[in-house]
Nanobody, 123 residues
C-alpha cells in the first residue's frame, strides 16, 4: 500500500500549512488514519488520528487546538490542517494507517506509512 504525503514547506511562525496524505486507488473505509512527526535527534511522536468513520479524532497535547485532522470526501485522503505553527513543530511529518476501528497513539499499531514531508517553521 502506497501512501503519498505532501504539503510540507518552510514557513514563518504563526503561519499555516495543510498536509495531505493520499492512497491512490484505495479506500480506507475501515482504517484509522494518523499523523506522526519526527524532529531531528528525537523519536517519532504521535500528532493526530481520526477513526474510520471520521467522527472521532484525537490529538497530542502539543498540537491540540492548533491542528485539525480530517478526511477527504473520497475517504482515501486524510489532511492535517496546521495553524499557528511554532518553531517546535519543525519535523518530518508522516501519515500512517492501521486497520481497525480504535484510535491508538502507538506507531507500532500502524501498518502502512507514507514517505514523510518536511515542515520547517522559522522564528
Amino acid at each position: 500500500v502506497q501512501l503519498q504525503a505532501s504539503g510540507g514547506g518552510l514557513v514563518q511562525a504563526g503561519a499555516s500549512l495543510r498536509l495531505s496524505c493520499a492512497a491512490p486507488g484505495r479506500t480506507f473505509s475501515s482504517y484509522v488514519k494518523g499523523w506522526f512527526r519526527q524532529a531531528p535527534g528525537k523519536e517519532r511522536e504521535f500528532v493526530a488520528a481520526i477513526n474510520w468513520s471520521g467522527d472521532m479524532t484525537y490529538y497530542s497535547d502539543s498540537v491540540k487546538d492548533r491542528f485539525t485532522i480530517f478526511r477527504g470526501n473520497a475517504r482515501n485522503t486524510v489532511y492535517l490542517q496546521m495553524n499557528s505553527l511554532r518553531p517546535e513543530d519543525t519535523a518530518v511529518y508522516y501519515c500512517a494507517v492501521r486497520s481497525g476501528y480504535d484510535i491508538t497513539t502507538s506507531e507500532h499499531e500502524y501498518h502502512y506509512w507514507g514517505q514523510g514531508t518536511q515542515v520547517t517553521v522559522s522564528s
